[in-house]
Every structure is written in structure tokens, then in C-alpha cells.
Nanobody, 126 residues
Framework: QVQLVESGGGLVQAGDSLRLSCAASGRTFSNYAMGWFRQTPGKEREFVASINWSGNIKHYADFVKGRFTIARDNAKNTLYLQMNSLKAEDTAVYYC???????????????????WGQGTQVTVSS
């Protein structure tokens, strides 16, 4: 079965950086698009960034463009989210997600997240 395990969250100050990791297992990682989402209490989970199977196509939410970078290492079965210039409003639980159907060979980004990790807390103090 598909397993996604996030790590790298923590408490930082505004302007600091963090790198989140998502270790995937249970199937061939490189066959699937991946993505990051986040959620704060009382709000719906929102899209942050997605990446296609090879890592050459990426898409970001407007509120993280220029600050966050999504990347993947298919040899290590790991997804990353480099977060720079963090703001208090970036405080949330961050989740990685992936799709059920393989998209290897296509330009498809993550459209329907079928599998989720347990999340990692990011807290940014102002």
C-alpha cells in the first residue's frame, strides 16, 4: 500500500527557511505526480504546489510563488518543499499527496489527490 511520511516541520521565526520532506513507499514513486497541501484549524485544506512524475513541470499557488520550491528525487523516493521567507500566515499542517493512477510520460500535475501523508506542523512566529 502507498505510504507517505512527512518530516521537517517545526517552529521558526518570520523570514526563516524550512525544508519539508515526504518519503514515499509501497509502489514506484517515479510513476506518479505529487503535491503539497496545507491546512489550518477551521479552514479547508488548500493547494500549495504540485510536480509531475519527472520533476520538470511544477505549479504553485499564488501565495507561495517566489518563496517555495517543490522538488523530487526519484532515486530516493522523496518529495521536498523548500520554504523560504516564511510568514506567520504560512503556519499550518503541511501534507504531501499523490494520485492513484500513474501519469509517467505525461505533463500531468497532481489533479486529484488520492493518498495523503499524516502531515507535519509548521509554525512561523512573527
Amino acid at each position: 500500500q502507498v505510504q507517505l511520511v512527512e518530516s521537517g516541520g517545526g517552529l521558526v521565526q518570520a523570514g526563516d527557511s524550512l525544508r519539508l520532506s515526504c518519503a514515499a513507499s509501497g509502489r514506484t514513486f517515479s510513476n506518479y505526480a505529487m503535491g503539497w497541501f496545507r491546512q489550518t484549524p477551521g479552514k479547508e485544506r488548500e493547494f500549495v504546489a504540485s510536480i509531475n512524475w519527472s520533476g520538470n513541470i511544477k505549479h504553485y499557488a499564488d501565495f507561495v510563488k517566489g518563496r517555495f520550491t517543490i522538488a523530487r528525487d526519484n532515486a530516493k523516493n522523496t518529495l521536498y518543499l523548500q520554504m523560504n521567507s516564511l510568514k506567520a500566515e504560512d503556519t499550518a499542517v503541511y501534507y504531501c499527496a499523490t494520485e492513484r493512477t500513474p501519469s509517467r510520460g505525461s505533463v500531468q500535475l497532481l489533479t486529484v489527490p488520492d493518498y495523503w501523508g499524516q502531515g507535519t506542523q509548521v509554525t512561523v512566529s512573527s
